[in-house]
């Protein structure tokens, strides 16, 4: 039952919020350095790092880069980095065999940040969009994206991932059945205690955009991702992925992208009580560095208030390009 609120004057609510120590004492809702995954780009060579024009601030590293933001991310208290690989352009084919090649450039990046930052999770991305000629998140045949043969070729890239020594692995590709089949797979390989956070309400969103130039696909995608990503406009279905992923053997969900579908984060917290996230996507953290740049909004500001919002919406997690800036401030106090 919710409690009486005394009337006005004995009751003034602006009491607790005119000092910042109030205001702390009775705040609902906090973000710490544990609430972030880091997702972070990586590419071929050495040495290299190189911005993504539509992210500002945001770099595609060479492996040997990327385990030094790995160890940045350790040493901040971010206690996850979720690696996308900038496949070359060769590499990709119809048949998506780079996605399963043990030797591939997110694998070779798995263990060599195992190999040095010992103390972090890594998490990875499953889904053959980053070595598919077509640009699709499955197989494509006279126009259409399979189902079943996507999710026989999504099993090989989750066995080589944690074969490589993943230890999250994100089915990001919303085929039917591809949890289920991951889960048998690494049981059956004894990779037992490899998580599964699973993209189950992923939406076919419109903030993706420079997401797909930092993997580069969006110049490979021919039409669009609407017969297997989510409609914008429904909620009861995003409870019945969420539902059967768990059912499958995910261990967490994910909900993605996040600002716009706030009241989905809200509904899964609630409804199952699942370890909850969010991917707070490129077209979100790049509209507010446009509006910071432009002087529109403070953007420190936003940051932190966009990101607190999850936390409010139920989430237990985000995914964000913010992390580490966000983790500086954190520490700072």
Not at 7 to 30: D, K
Not at 96 to 112: G, K, Q, Y
Request: net charge negative.
């Amino acid at each position: 039952m919710r409690p009486t609120q005394a009337p006005f004057p004995a009751g003034r609510l602006r009491r607790l919020r005119r000092s910042a120590p109030l205001r702390a004492l009775v705040r609902e809702n906090t973000l710490t350095t544990d609430d972030l995954i880091w997702p972070v780009f990586v590419r071929d060579g050495e040495g290299v790092s190189e911005e993504v024009a539509s992210m500002p601030g945001v770099l595609r590293r060479s492996v040997d880069l990327t385990v030094e933001a790995a160890a940045e991310a350790a040493a901040l208290g971010i206690p996850a980095i979720c690696l996308f690989p900038y496949t070359d352009p060769a590499l990709k084919t119809g048949d998506c065999a780079e996605a399963w090649n043990p030797d591939n450039l997110c694998n070779r990046a798995i263990r060599a940040i195992r190999a040095e930052v010992p103390g972090i999770a890594i998490m990875t991305d499953i889904a053959l969009d980053p070595y598919n000629i077509n640009g699709h998140d499955g197989y494509v045949r006279d126009g259409e994206i399979v189902n079943d043969e996507t999710v026989e070729a999504l099993v090989k890239m989750a066995l080589a991932q944690a074969g490589a020594g993943a230890d999250i692995l994100g089915p990001s590709d919303m085929m039917d059945g591809r949890i289920g089949a991951i889960r048998t797979a690494l049981e059956a390989a004894g990779h037992r205690d490899v998580t599964i956070m699973s993209y189950a309400a992923k939406y076919a969103s419109a903030f993706y955009g420079p997401f797909r130039d930092a993997v580069g696909a969006s110049g490979a995608l021919r039409g669009d991702k609407k017969t297997y990503q989510m409609d914008p406009a429904n909620t009861d279905e995003a409870l019945r992925l969420i539902e059967r992923d768990l059912s499958e053997g995910a261990d967490m969900v994910m909900v993605k992208p996040g600002l716009p579908y706030l009241d989905i984060c809200r509904r899964v917290k609630e409804g199952f009580g699942a370890p909850t996230f969010a991917y707070q996507v490129s077209g979100e953290y790049a509209m507010i560095e446009a509006a910071a740049a432009n002087g529109w909004i403070d953007g420190e500001a936003a940051m932190f208030e966009s990101l607190l919002a999850f936390k409010r919406a139920g989430c237990d997690g985000i995914l964000t390009y913010f992390a580490p800036r966000i983790a500086r401030r954190l520490n700072v106090g």
